[in-house]
């Protein structure tokens, strides 16, 4: 069973950073995407950045040169470093993985979420 824990939420000023940590309990190389969302209260969860097997990263425009998504495949670990952080960055932010099984002709995939973890900023 794939288990995804975050850590590295909380308080932090306008302005501020914050760096989000995701543990998979196995080898990220088998996911072929891993993302961070985010929901803020009364709103819809949204993509905030990912990053596929090969790499290449995908953020959304709210935080583009703000956050940065990266993963380390030997300690099966995906972060995202955030900056210059503003009070509409507040929101639950969710590790996201997806999974596919099987030759390309008859692929499954699989979503994977995390549990969540606050990021509240304030002054």
């Known amino acids: 069973q794939v288990q995804l824990v975050e850590s590295g939420g909380g308080l932090v000023q306008p302005g501020g950073s914050l760096r989000l940590s995701c543990a998979a309990s196995g080898s990220i190389f088998r996911f072929n995407v891993m993302g961070w969302y985010r929901q803020a209260p009364g709103k819809q969860r949204e993509l905030v950045a990912d990053?596929?097997?090969?790499?290449?990263?995908n953020y959304a425009d709210s935080v583009k040169g703000r956050f940065t998504i990266s993963r380390d495949n030997a300690q099966n670990t995906l972060y995202l470093q955030m900056h210059s952080l503003k009070p509409e960055d507040t929101a639950v932010y969710y590790c996201?993985?997806?999974?596919?099984?099987?030759?390309?002709?008859?692929?499954?995939?699989?979503?994977?979420w995390g549990q969540g973890t606050q990021v509240a900023v304030s002054s």
């Open positions: 996201y993985a997806q999974k596919e099984i099987g030759p390309v002709e008859r692929v499954q995939k699989y979503d994977y």
């Open positions: 990053i596929t097997g090969g790499g290449r990263t």
